[in-house]
């Protein structure tokens, strides 16, 4: 197989536009998965199928077993059997491509079989589910972002030629948003533990007022130093809409938490605004995964300021160069 190349309307060569294609494909089928994993642990349905990897001893089950709970638990392994398939075709496509899109496409296969095992292991192990329930939150969360970033460096826009911007000034916008990167990882981590009982809601809210207080003054910084690229300021400015939309998701999933603590099983509006606020911390990522890359794409660091040396032109004077 070899990498086809095409150019896009600029007529600049773009590696293997069915790579990215195959990529956003994934990315989309990801959501999807996030999705069918929330409302697994929204309903409470992770104990719902007692073997792995068969359900019922079966690889396909009946209608008659497809009821309750149990229509969440094996919907949400079927739509991962169908993610690890796409992510195994990309692995095989991206053989013969760049160093750095075979790496990433190789990390992101064996991500998806970590979390297979990972999820194996929470079905085997019911009494440690809790502490299981944040790695499989944090791998998956994980394997979304790399296939965010394959999706990145595979589109047209990375490889269109541009200008170097200076990322000036006493903090680096190129490493901030790195950070914010790593501060949206480690926020859908302790919201995994809270949603499973592993802690209390206290580790999750100060998470979420660390990763506000560090999005906005990332993104303001990029916007006020380099606004007018429109590279850098969509995604800034989807950075700043999708966490708005998050704070206000997660504040109202909490209140409908606290109302609904007497209930005998977890109901409306409950479960739909905690899976949306899932959905929307997992696009918060993808937002700030893509600012991240751009900024690195497109930011150079600082310019050192050269040395003032002192030239001697006689035993009477000098001047300064």
Known sequence: MTSKEDKNDCGEVVRDRGLHRLSILLASMTVILLVAGALVTSNEAGDSVPDWPLSFGRWVIDSNYFVANVRYEYSHRVIAFFVAAITMALAIRACTARPLIR????????????????????????????????????????????????????????????????????????????????????????????RHGAFSVVPHIAGAAVVSVLTIWTTLLILRRHGREVYLRRPAFAVLALLFCQLSLGLLAYLARLRSYSDPQPLEPMITLTVAHVVVGALTLASVIVLGLRSWRTLTPARESEPRVTVALDNSRSVIV
Do not use: N
Not at 121 to 137: D, E, G, N, T
Not at 148 to 161: D, E, F, M
Not at 182 to 187: F, M, R
């Open 103 to 194: 790496k990433l496409a190789l990390v992101a296969f064996g991500g998806v079989l970590m979390q297979a095992l990972i999820g194996g292991a929470r079905v085997a192990f019911p009494a440690y589910k809790p502490l299981i329930a944040i790695p499989h939150a944090l791998v998956a969360q994980s394997f979304f972002a790399l296939i965010v970033s394959l999706a990145v460096v595979t589109s047209a826009g990375w490889h269109k030629k541009r200008q170097f911007l200076e990322d000036s000034g006493t903090s680096s916008a190129r490493w901030l948003a790195i950070i914010m990167v790593c501060a949206v990882l480690a926020q859908a981590a302790l919201g995994a533990g809270f």
